[in-house]
């Protein structure tokens, strides 16, 4: 029997999500605490007299000092000082440069002390080969693809992290079977004194013989040809700006041009447009985000906001007139005894309402999908959707590898495992005479289910969960991303 949800009890779900979730209004300042006048100190003030950082071959000591709260000979109350120390830890090992983080007030003297920053650095150097999947995750390969091999990409990826020291990343990509692609990226966070100003700027180009046309019933449908049937090349840049500790901006412009054969407008005349072989057209994109998560790859307490605003054309004549706005917002609460909860809401509006196949909004690719509907695409124009997951921790350990690990960053082995349980609602809207897809959209989706997350160190997540949906259908899935 299908289970039925009251509209009373869903508005109700939706507001208790929300409550108590908003950050505060007041926002940090991102400067350094002011010093105070020694002879008017009362007892309760420590003076910080250095602050010493051991443990950083290669990465610049601004890059850590960047992220303190602190400074040398700056005096700051002693009742609040451990939990500034330990936020600061946080934004240390948030820069993803390190395996651990300590960071401790040694007092020297009655008032007077000094803090030491200790860090592991991470293996910066990945040169990988790429076999990865091509579809929109593992359970799309395993059940809609029948586990299709041929649908696998295969090549090198070369990563250098930390390239200066300054937490850069230079980013090389060839990759060949399902889509070919020749990738290149290079970021740097800070390029200023002052460490607010950074940049992004890269360039792809990618082909295929194998491209999705249409989704036909929230299943995109794939052509294979023998011959190339679609290329895409891409560049931006990005300009990145800092204001405060957990304040990002971010503004993008870029350009992409797509190329498709005859075969794919024959197949749907919409896909570029009516009747139309290519697109190009010029990207804009601005994202505010405030981040004050404990640990970005696998959050248990703490809030994440983002903002995202684009523009895809820059006019009525573009081959792609599209705008959207994007709203995520995250809260992580630390329940005690090794309970935790997370809830998030996230909101889509773009326009017109009327668009190619090729820009179609939709949940079910990244992490934007109601759990137990891993397997669908829903498309429309406007979505929300709700996430809510209950977890308690079975056990968290680090294990010394040393004997079977010769290189020293791998040496340390971080495992934490959670059983949880989750409920999930969303809501798409149909774009207008999309009968292809009616089944999901324009309907209340909701999925409750169980399962197990393995958490290990360099941001590896594995989600085992066994879901039921508001179609009737139970599923066992596989995930390698936290849900938030």
Request: hydrophobic share 35%; net charge positive; charged share 20%.
């Amino acid at each position: 029997m299908r289970l039925k949800i009251n509209a009373f009890a869903i508005a109700c779900f939706f507001a208790l999500t929300l409550f108590g979730c908003l950050p505060s209004a007041a926002q940090d300042s991102g400067k350094k605490n002011k010093a105070v006048a020694v002879d008017t100190i009362p007892q309760r003030f420590i003076k910080v007299e250095k602050i010493y950082i051991i443990g950083h071959k290669r990465t610049r000591k601004s890059v850590i000092t960047r992220e303190l709260s602190i400074e040398e000979n700056g005096i700051y109350d002693s009742t609040t000082l451990a939990t500034t120390l330990e936020l600061d830890k946080q934004k240390i090992f948030n820069t993803r440069l390190f395996n651990t983080v300590d960071v401790t007030l040694l007092e020297t003297a009655p008032g007077i002390g000094s803090v030491l920053v200790k860090v592991e650095e991470r293996w910066y150097f990945f040169p990988a080969p790429i076999f990865q999947l091509a579809d929109r995750n593992f359970n799309d390969w395993w059940t809609n693809r029948e586990r299709d091999l041929s649908r696998v990409n295969y090549g090198v990826r070369v990563d250098q992290y930390n390239l200066r020291g300054m937490n850069d990343r230079l980013r090389l990509i060839a990759q060949f079977g399902f889509t070919r692609q020749f990738d290149i990226t290079y970021s740097i966070p800070y390029f200023d004194k002052r460490q607010r100003h950074g940049f992004t700027t890269g360039a792809s180009y990618n082909e295929s013989k194998n491209v999705a046309y249409q989704t036909d019933n929230h299943i995109p449908t794939f052509i294979r040809s023998e011959d190339l049937i679609q290329n895409r090349f891409n560049t931006y840049l990005q300009y990145s700006y800092r204001n405060a500790f957990y304040n990002f901006h971010y503004f993008t412009v870029g350009y992409q041009k797509l190329e498709a054969a005859d075969t794919i407008r024959q197949l749907n005349p919409n896909y570029f447009g009516i009747n139309k072989g290519q697109q190009q057209f010029v990207h804009l994109k601005y994202q505010f985000l405030r981040d004050r998560r404990d640990f970005r790859n696998y959050p248990l307490k703490g809030y994440y906001v983002s903002f995202i605003g684009e523009k895809d054309g820059l006019s009525n004549k573009s081959d792609i007139n599209l705008w959207s706005g994007k709203l995520l917002y995250a809260k992580f609460w630390d329940m005690g005894k090794g309970f935790y909860f997370a809830a998030g809401l996230t909101g889509l509006v773009s326009g017109p309402s009327s668009q190619p196949y090729s820009v179609n909004q939709s949940l079910g690719f990244g992490r934007n999908y109601v759990r137990g509907f891993e397997l669908n695409v829903v498309e429309g124009p406007r979505y929300v959707l709700s996430k809510n997951t209950f977890k308690k921790e079975i056990f968290k350990t680090t294990k010394d590898i040393s004997r079977i690990m010769l290189i020293p960053q791998f040496q340390k082995l971080p495992l934490a495992l959670y059983a949880k349980v989750f409920f999930d609602l969303g809501y798409v809207q149909n774009y207008p005479n999309y009968e292809l897809n009616t089944r999901l959209s324009n309907k209340l989706l909701y999925g409750v289910g169980t399962g197990l997350d393995l958490v290990s160190f360099y941001d590896f997540v594995v989600r085992t969960e066994y879901s039921y949906n508001s179609q009737g259908d139970f599923h066992f899935f596989l995930n390698f991303k936290a849900e938030l």
